[in-house]
């Protein structure tokens, strides 16, 4: 299948070459080479946010029901490229094309609830209770320059999550897109220009590291969204506090879910293995990758997912038959069979499925073989470091208090689930649990009208609901007084 050319995205100024140099883009099935990709440096950063302060005062007043049509014509373009963008998340790092089209619906769900936004957000009248007749009020402005640094694993509804919100709040965006996924964040470019998104609103710039620092340490970008990982994080970090610059942080997490006698067992096997091993390949920041199940049904548990993942089938993402795909590239497949072996070594576990690379016909790409891992030693780094692949640690407990002290042995705080129909247990262990959120009788739901984030190396801020939009907003006070002496 053909791959689509790269741009830089300057606006609407469509760029093949940039001062980044080029990253040779591999297909994560065969490690063949399959694009050349054009990176941004700290030039076509400048330009970029010169060409959005130009724009950026038009922009904020332009009408909000504008927004909210260019953001509807915006969902409306996804919706009907919905295939290919399914392709495009094969392309670019080996995602199924089932799950890659699921996530186009989530894109388009989350477009659509920021477009609806545009024209309701208000300030309110404050009573002061002045007996000198003084009221406030509050009125909601945008930040102005945002910049938005998202990682590789769903850029689509990355996008959708910070770059929507952003534009729906009346900010003016610089996006920098990982370089090893640039398909869906090119076609996601072109859809926006089509959309109408006014020119120099928007640019996205595939780049690196140095294209991210340039964003971050720009004086007029006044706030940095941002999704990845820790390490990165804390360069950011560091950045945001010599400028004294706000930012929200989307940092992955080693989600728990406890599983109870009284859920439906079945179901709850079911979901656990489609989440940590067949959706993006268990490449997900809140999927619930540590099931604490309880000794009672423990064995039962374990079986039952021994005979779901045996099920799989791992291959080409392309293949509408295939669950498992490859992991992103060589690095994270090199990265997983070091924490296998050293758990192997360690005994931190009994592998009961999987915890080698694929052989065979698959042995050229980056392919992992899905892996459940027993007995899990809930101190060890399987159980403490995002595995970020095709695998699931399953680990045994007797009480509650025993549930809880493991779910919240972690630095992570992102996701939490329980599996259980007593609603008293749920409800006392929802306020127990350390997580950004708690999902109960189900797997993860990224849904639009609710806040998402986390605690702890989570990292903070939200994304989704009024306070995703908010996370755009400076609200400004406005006091009006009577105009009375001072003294008399």
């Given at each position: 299948?053909?791959?689509?050319?790269?741009?830089?995205?300057?606006?609407?100024?469509?760029?093949?070459?940039?001062?980044?140099?080029?990253?040779?883009?591999?297909?994560?099935?065969?490690?063949?080479?399959?694009?050349?990709?054009?990176?941004?440096?700290?030039?076509?950063?400048?330009?970029?946010?010169?060409?959005?302060?130009?724009v950026?005062?038009?922009?904020?007043?332009?009408?909000?029901?504008?927004?909210?049509?260019?953001?509807?014509?915006?969902?409306?373009?996804?919706?009907?490229h919905?295939?290919?963008?399914?392709?495009?998340?094969a392309?670019?790092?080996?995602?199924?094309?089932?799950?890659?089209?699921?996530?186009?619906?989530?894109?388009?769900?989350?477009?659509?609830?920021?477009?609806?936004?545009?024209?309701?957000?208000?300030?309110?009248?404050?009573?002061?209770?002045?007996?000198?007749g003084?009221?406030?009020?509050?009125?909601?402005?945008p930040?102005?320059?945002?910049?938005?640094?998202?990682?590789?694993?769903?850029?689509?509804?990355?996008?959708?999550?910070?770059?929507?919100?952003a534009?729906?709040?009346?900010?003016?965006?610089?996006?920098?897109?990982?370089?090893i996924?640039?398909?869906?964040?090119?076609?996601?470019?072109?859809?926006?220009?089509?959309?109408?998104?006014?020119?120099?609103?928007?640019?996205?710039?595939?780049?690196?590291?140095?294209?991210?620092?340039?964003?971050?340490?720009?004086?007029?970008?006044?706030?940095?969204?941002?999704?990845?990982?820790?390490?990165?994080?804390?360069?950011i970090?560091?950045?945001?506090?010599?400028?004294?610059?706000?930012?929200?942080?989307?940092?992955?997490?080693?989600?728990?879910?406890i599983?109870?006698?009284?859920?439906?067992?079945?179901?709850?096997?079911?979901?656990?293995?489609f989440w940590?091993?067949g959706?993006?390949?268990?490449?997900?920041?809140?999927?619930?990758?540590?099931?604490?199940?309880?000794?009672?049904?423990?064995?039962?548990?374990?079986?039952?997912?021994?005979?779901?993942?045996g099920?799989?089938?791992?291959g080409?993402?392309?293949?509408?038959?295939?669950?498992?795909?490859?992991?992103?590239?060589?690095?994270?497949?090199?990265?997983?069979?070091?924490?296998?072996?050293?758990?192997k070594?360690?005994?931190?576990?009994?592998?009961?499925?999987?915890?080698?690379?694929?052989?065979?016909?698959?042995?050229?790409?980056?392919?992992?073989?899905?892996?459940?891992?027993?007995?899990?030693?809930?101190?060890?780094e399987?159980?403490?470091?995002?595995?970020?692949?095709?695998?699931?640690?399953?680990?045994?407990?007797?009480?509650?208090?025993e549930?809880?002290?493991?779910?919240?042995?972690?630095?992570?705080?992102?996701?939490?689930?329980?599996?259980?129909?007593?609603?008293?247990?749920?409800?006392?262990?929802?306020?127990?649990?350390?997580?950004?959120?708690?999902?109960?009788?189900?797997?993860?739901?990224?849904?639009?009208?609710?806040?998402f984030?986390?605690?702890?190396?989570?990292?903070?801020?939200?994304?989704?609901?009024?306070?995703?939009?908010?996370?755009?907003?400076?609200?400004?006070?406005?006091?009006?007084?009577?105009?009375?002496?001072?003294?008399?």
């Amino acid at each position: 299948m053909s791959v689509p050319t790269v741009h830089l995205h300057l606006g609407n100024d469509q760029r093949t070459s940039g001062s980044g140099g080029v990253h040779e883009h591999l297909n994560p099935v065969t490690q063949r080479a399959q694009a050349t990709v054009p990176l941004a440096g700290p030039a076509e950063i400048e330009e970029g946010v010169a060409k959005a302060e130009s724009v950026r005062e038009a922009w904020r007043r332009t009408p909000p029901e504008a927004r909210r049509d260019i953001l509807n014509r915006l969902a409306d373009l996804m919706e009907e490229h919905r295939a290919e963008f399914g392709r495009m998340a094969a392309l670019d790092g080996g995602t199924t094309l089932a799950v890659g089209e699921r996530g186009v619906d989530t894109a388009v769900a989350w477009t659509r609830y920021y477009a609806g936004w545009c024209d309701k957000l208000t300030g309110e009248l404050l009573s002061t209770f002045d007996t000198r007749g003084e009221f406030s009020y509050t009125v909601p402005e945008p930040i102005g320059i945002v910049g938005i640094i998202i990682t590789w694993n769903g850029p689509l509804i990355s996008l959708a999550m910070k770059v929507c919100a952003a534009l729906a709040a009346g900010n003016c965006v610089i996006v920098k897109p990982a370089e090893i996924t640039p398909f869906a964040p090119e076609l996601f470019a072109r859809l926006c220009q089509q959309a109408r998104v006014p020119d120099g609103v928007l640019s996205i710039f595939p780049g690196t590291g140095d294209a991210g620092e340039a964003i971050v340490r720009h004086k007029k970008v006044r706030k940095i969204s941002f999704t990845g990982g820790p390490i990165t994080a804390r360069k950011i970090l560091e950045a945001c506090a010599q400028e004294i610059k706000p930012s929200v942080m989307e940092l992955g997490g080693k989600s728990a879910s406890i599983v109870f006698p009284d859920c439906d067992i079945q179901a709850a096997a079911e979901r656990a293995v489609f989440w940590t091993v067949g959706c993006l390949s268990g490449q997900g920041c809140a999927l619930p990758t540590r099931q604490l199940v309880h000794a009672d049904i423990y064995d039962d548990f374990v079986a039952r997912l021994k005979a779901i993942i045996g099920q799989f089938k791992v291959g080409d993402p392309m293949d509408p038959t295939v669950m498992v795909g490859p992991v992103i590239n060589k690095a994270a497949a090199d990265r997983i069979e070091g924490m296998f072996e050293r758990a192997k070594a360690d005994k931190a576990g009994k592998f009961l499925l999987g915890g080698n690379r694929c052989g065979g016909d698959l042995a050229g790409g980056n392919f992992i073989e899905p892996t459940l891992i027993i007995d899990a030693d809930p101190d060890h780094e399987i159980s403490q470091v995002e595995i970020f692949g095709p695998a699931v640690v399953v680990m045994k407990f007797h009480t509650e208090d025993e549930a809880v002290a493991i779910a919240n042995n972690s630095e992570y705080g992102l996701a939490a689930y329980i599996q259980s129909n007593d609603v008293q247990r749920v409800h006392r262990l929802s306020e127990r649990l350390q997580a950004g959120g708690v999902y109960v009788n189900g797997g993860f739901q990224i849904n639009a009208h609710t806040p998402f984030g986390g605690v702890g190396i989570s990292g903070f801020g939200k994304e989704g609901g009024k306070a995703g939009v908010d996370e755009f907003l400076h609200y400004k006070t406005v006091t009006i007084g009577v105009g009375a002496p001072i003294f008399g």
